[in-house]
């Protein structure tokens, strides 16, 4: 139950821009139409609707909504207000696991909603945390040293998708483009399954550590003092923002800098209470990128701007400013 009233707030958007954003495309659709869909009477409008607007945008509220988990979870743990996914480099690791699914069809395997793309998505992300926070500890552990060594793991992931990009055919790349700019239009049904099916265990333990998120916030030795396992605490959020990045990543592509914004948005309106910021980072999140694609949509109709692309432009400015703001 939603008890504070500003989340009341937050889930009002995010269900106003869940009914509303479906309408928004390069073609206009009939309210009649559609709506005779819903009685079997199936039309044009009614397809386009039901089979493509409407899962892309759910699919945008709930990958934004728990990108953004990720990131609120993992500025506490590491004590860094930038750190993300995609800054720690498991966006990057997660996107070359799952391209290389992609890429090389021996890889390939599938039993219903799961498939290789995913578990090889989860791998890339664990791996690439895993070697940011050795190289970081090997260095003493500065938030500076994590980031610079996030950063590279990302653009050694992305390094490593062009270069495995120049030997797959020109055909066969045309499917991958859109996918490596990271965007929602390959959006269905089964494809917001998928997604969820990886994602929604993530998100879940997320939530479940939002208690012992707030002491930890203080320091590791406040957090021990009041009986919070640090080790615990750290190895699980980096399990869930394993799961939400690469369970995104699989589907939906590299979406970066989401969960930098939406926290520190959040954060101004509801203080530091962990236990609030979380689910309101969900909504925010997923509002962000749902509205991002939106605009995609319908600034280049009839063709789309990359909604990866869009998220770059608004948080990579955010991410300089709160680097020079940090110095």
Not at 85 to 112: D, I, K, N, Q, V
Not at 166 to 175: E, R
Request: hydrophobic share 55%; with cysteine.
């Amino acid at each position: 139950m939603i008890k504070n009233p500003k989340l009341w707030l937050f889930f009002g958007f995010f269900a106003f821009f869940g009914v509303i954003l479906p309408w928004i495309g390069a073609e206009q659709l009939d309210v009649g139409a559609v709506w005779g869909g819903c009685w079997g009477n199936v039309t044009p409008d009614s397809r386009i609707f039901f089979q493509m607007r409407l899962p892309r945008v759910w699919m945008g509220l709930w990958a934004g909504g728990v990108l953004a988990m990720a990131g609120a979870a993992l500025q506490v743990v590491f004590r860094n207000p930038l750190a993300e996914p995609w800054t720690l480099g498991m966006a990057g690791g997660a996107s070359l696991g799952a391209f290389a699914a992609r890429m090389c069809p021996a890889l390939w395997w599938a039993a219903g909603p799961l498939n290789t793309s995913q578990a090889l998505a989860l791998l890339g992300a664990g791996g690439a945390l895993s070697l940011v926070l050795a190289v970081a500890r090997r260095q003493g552990g500065g938030g500076q040293i994590l980031l610079l060594a996030g950063v590279t793991v990302g653009v050694i992931s992305g390094g490593a998708i062009m270069a495995a990009s120049g030997l797959v055919s020109p055909d066969k790349l045309a499917g991958f483009h859109r996918w490596l700019l990271g965007g929602l239009d390959a959006a269905d049904w089964r494809a917001l399954g998928a997604m969820m099916v990886i994602t929604a265990p993530g998100a879940g333990i997320l939530a479940a550590l939002a208690g012992e998120y707030n002491p930890l916030g203080l320091g590791e030795a406040m957090a021990a003092g009041q009986g919070v396992e640090v080790a615990r605490v750290r190895r699980w959020t980096a399990i869930g923002a394993g799961l939400a990045s690469a369970g995104v990543a699989a589907v939906a592509g590299p979406i970066g800098f989401v969960g930098l914004l939406a926290p520190h948005a959040v954060r101004r309106w509801t203080g530091p209470d962990m236990r609030l910021v979380l689910p309101a980072s969900f909504l925010a999140g997923g509002i962000l990128l749902a509205v991002c694609d939106a605009a995609g949509r319908w600034a280049a109709a009839p063709l789309e701007m990359p909604v990866g692309a869009l998220t770059a432009l608004l948080g990579g400015p955010l991410f300089l400013w709160l680097l020079a703001k940090g110095k």
